[in-house]
């Protein structure tokens, strides 16, 4: 088969089994865009911005486990396209981006709408790529959907120079079904020497603590996760990314840790003697300051990538492999293994979480006129039945979504953890709409993050992807709000949302429906409206009490037994004292 340039990037991604390309034209991929319109079975989304189609392919990623697929221009289409590609690699999620370049002969010769996309992507993506010949193109796509997905998944840049995609230039054409990369082998099986002297530190542990994040996920790992911690028995926390590997509703799930996590979470993870971690990195917002990070612990950690381990916290025993590799053989030591595990021990342990559990550390106050935020993502859980798919945006909203919408599957919770991009939680819906388009998807948004990218209203029109917004609208940068009220004495900087649109008339502008909620008691029948329009995208513009603050909160610079706690958690914990339940 003969093809030219753009008809072997067209091909490719059939090859590959691509489903949708989330893009927007320009000069640079002309070629492309017209090889695209003479082809059938690839779809392409025409986004409004590219930040949107890179987030839109990421949602896909995040939802399927499959690559996400985007196609943008040279120069402004590139950058662009930055902020979704550095929201992928901090979350470690597989995508592919072919940006169009400048004429090969052009380039560095400050072209219209040149820039150096592989130098601007070096330090945001996993690996990038610039194609100088023609002939390598297929065996280069083949390498970037490889190095996407395999190893620590992450997002890869593929920018092709005009010429290459030239119509008239034909070369063979064949599938290279496998890649050979001398320098790329990532390690999926971990040590058995190590895995053995793991097991047996764990089946040992007086108070033993298992902390899931991502990578359990990535690896499609959840299922053997929950055999292991039920065979076990043991308390197991996981980190925003890692939520719905283990069930959101399982006793034996304690809750997310870290910044916003439960006090049971967090201060298990401080008493602990053993912890055992999966997939996750101990980035600050888990940690707090790392001098006094579970100090009492041994640790174990196991990550398919050897730069995150002891990158920040020391790990007495390292394991690098994939989680699901090592898992099922961690299973395996733990039934051969003639060492049982510690009940009594474990049993006291169980008794201290629970004292710490009855302290109901996410109680808020329920009223009567104003609507908690809170309050809206549990009303959200009981009209969903907690089967929605759910995206968020950053902020505030983004951790009450995180602690009061339980998530029982993996891929379900979709958020911007390591980056925190606002503007992520709409065009993420639409990749995810798209790979399911029978489920519902939600993306719980704040009026501050929505504006970001709320272009993409237009893509789903234009599709009928028909996805719910949950606008927790509070008027304030409500996250940057929080943070000047409890460390700038309240001197509130340029948080407020003055002169905010009408978010009603907006979604109707865009042909959709909107809904403004202003009462608690028009929450339940709102949210079941918008859930019973099927087909329509409709925008819940929720009025939510303006100072409403998450908690726990770990500040900056605190210990995980130092937590700031609400004022209802410490009435509570105080009734408990008195009556000295509290173990
Ligand atoms: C692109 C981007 N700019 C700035 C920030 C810093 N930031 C984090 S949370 C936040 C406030 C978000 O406000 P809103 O979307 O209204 O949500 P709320 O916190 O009120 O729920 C800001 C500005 C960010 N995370 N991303």
Sequence with gaps: ????????????????????????????????????????????????????????????????????????????????????????????????????????????????????????????????????????????????????????????V???????????????????KTVE?????????????????????????????????GGIIMAEAAEELRQFVRKLGFPITQTLMGLGAFPGTDPLFIGMLGMHGTYEANLAMHECDVLLCIGARFDDRITGVTGTFSPYSQKIHVDIDPASISKTINADIPIVGSAKQVLIEMMKQVERSDVQVDQPAVDDWWK??????????????????VIQPQAAVEELYRVTKGDAYVTSDVGQHQMFAAQFYPFDEPRRWINSGGLGTMGFGLPAAMGVKLAFPDKDVACITGEGSIQMCIQELSTCLQYNIPVKIINLNNRYLGMVRQWQEFFYDKRYSHVYMDSLPDFVKLAEAYGHVGIQVTHPDDLHDAMEEAFKLKDRTVFLDIITDQEANVFPMISSGKAHNEMDISPLQRDKQALLKASGELV
């Excluded at 999926?188 to 007086?206: S, T, Y």
């Excluded at 302290?359 to 009223?367: H, V």
Aim: charged letters at 20%; hydrophobic letters at 40%.
């Design 181 to 213: 990369m001398r320098s790329y082998n990532p390690n999926v099986k971990g040590h058995p020497r190590q895995i053995k002297r793991a097991v047996e530190l764990l089946l040992n542990a007086k108070r033993p603590m298992i902390y899931t994040g």
């Design 352 to 369: 201290r979480i629970k004292s710490w559990q009855s302290q109901d550390s996410f109680a808020y106050a329920k009223t009567k006129d």
């Design 1 to 156: 088969m003969e093809l030219s340039g753009s008809e072997i990037i067209i091909q490719f991604l059939k090859d590959e089994g691509v489903e949708f390309l989330f893009g927007y034209p320009g000069g640079a991929v002309l070629h492309i865009y017209d090889a695209l319109q003479q082809q059938e079975g690839l779809k392409h989304i025409l986004v409004r911005h590219e930040q949107g189609a890179t987030h839109a392919a990421d949602g896909y990623a995040r939802a399927t486990g499959r690559p996400g697929v985007c196609l943008v221009t040279s120069g402004p289409g590139a950058t662009n396209a930055v902020t979704g590609i550095a929201t992928a690699f901090l979350d470690s999620v597989p995508l592919v981006v072919i940006t169009g370049q400048v004429p090969s002969h052009a380039i560095g010769s400050d072209a219209f709408q040149e820039v150096d996309a592989v130098g601007i992507t070096r330090a945001c993506s996993k690996h990038n790529f610039l194609v100088k010949d023609l002939n390598q193109l297929a065996e280069t796509l083949k390498k970037a959907f490889y190095v996407a997905t395999t190893g620590r998944p992450g997002p890869v």
């Design 158 to 176: 593929v920018d092709i120079p005009k010429d290459i995609t030239a119509p008239h230039i034909k070369i063979p054409y064949e599938y290279p």
